[in-house]
Nanobody, 119 residues
């Protein structure tokens, strides 16, 4: 089992920045690829980005590319989502997820943290 706990959400204004954290416990963190997803009210959950086990490879949704950055600190068992130039359409509950390696389905999910961007 891998337990994931997100933090860092809040209410910000358009153009502001916010950094989310996701602390993992339970298994060897460096064996797990990590992803960030989000779900806005009335919408399906959508992919935000992913980072490989070593942190050397990242991929982003087009909607956040150039504004969001995912990083990880395997010594701290934590993955981060740095969000810059936030827009009202970024408002959502943000979830981190873990999968063994980089090709398996995401199996473990956090409880989510709310991000609200006002215009």
């Amino acid at each position: 089992q891998v337990q994931l706990v997100e933090s860092g959400g809040g209410l910000v204004q358009a153009g502001d920045s916010l950094r989310l954290s996701c602390a993992a416990s339970g298994r060897t963190f460096s064996n797990y690829g990590m992803g960030w997803f989000r779900q806005a009210p009335g919408k399906e959950r959508e992919f935000v980005g992913t980072i490989s086990t070593s942190g050397s490879t990242t991929h982003y949704a087009d909607s956040v590319k150039g504004r969001f950055t995912i990083s990880r600190d395997n010594a701290k068992n934590t993955v981060y989502l740095q969000m810059n130039s936030l827009k009202p359409e970024d408002t959502a509950v943000y979830y981190c997820a873990a999968r063994f390696g980089s090709m398996t389905p995401y199996r473990y999910w956090g409880q989510g943290t709310q991000v609200t961007v006002s215009s």
